[in-house]
């Protein structure tokens, strides 16, 4: 169980380097490259491509993640462009653009991404965790549904551990959707004045933020001991 432990733990470093090398890549190009304000730039060219091109929008939601991209601005531009086509259009969008970069994300880590980490792991003492059914499910658990997670870490990891697909997809999917949609909903439903989404949207995240702080008292404080 130790060993299970350490490996799980060396894998969510490894994938928390990746958020320090493009931290400290802003960091180069704010200082060395260019400036804070051309980067600024670039975000509204960005953002008026994607609010003008559907998409452009939503593939990006499923596609650019990956790439250790925060979401939370392209959920806030599903939520502009919700406002004009429809909160609900724009919820539906945002789920099924979730639920692909879900998928295919945890095939690229479960494949190639699991043969690499796992040949770069061999040089050391330590080895990818193979948990039991029960740690499984509840290290996705705590994963998913603890606030501050990006989930596409969570997709990486799971990918990378080979939790199998089916039940991958079962817990993942609906947290999913609705936290991305909640949020999309509460965006949406401001800028429109759609009072009813808005509310509805801002319930589901503050639930979801209460039920990730119970699951973690559940299961986070035991995986500590």
Known sequence: M????????????????????????????????????????????????????????????????????????LLTLAGVWGKVHGVWMAFGYTSLAVVVNLTWTYWLASGPGHSLIKKLLSRTKFGLPEPDRESELEWALILRLVPG?????????????????????????????????????????????QWGAFFLGLSVTVVMLLVGRIVFRKYGRNKQV
Not at 176 to 184: A, D, E, M, P, R
Request: proline share 5%.
């Open 2 to 73: 130790e060993g299970k432990k350490k490996g799980l733990f060396l894998l969510i470093g490894m994938i928390g380097g990746v958020f320090a090398v493009l931290a400290g890549m802003y960091f180069f190009y704010v200082n060395f490259i260019g400036t804070k304000d051309e980067l600024i730039e670039y975000w509204y060219t960005f953002e008026n491509l994607l609010t003008e091109h559907t998409f452009w929008l939503f593939a990006s939601i499923a596609i650019l993640p990956a790439f250790i991209l925060p979401v939370a601005p």
């Open 149 to 193: 997670v990006p989930f596409i870490f969570t997709n990486y990891a799971l990918g990378l551990i080979r939790m199998p697909f089916s039940r991958y997809f079962l817990v993942s999917t609906p947290i999913l959707i609705v936290t991305s949609g909640g949020y999309v909903l509460t965006v949406a439903g401001m800028l429109g004045e």
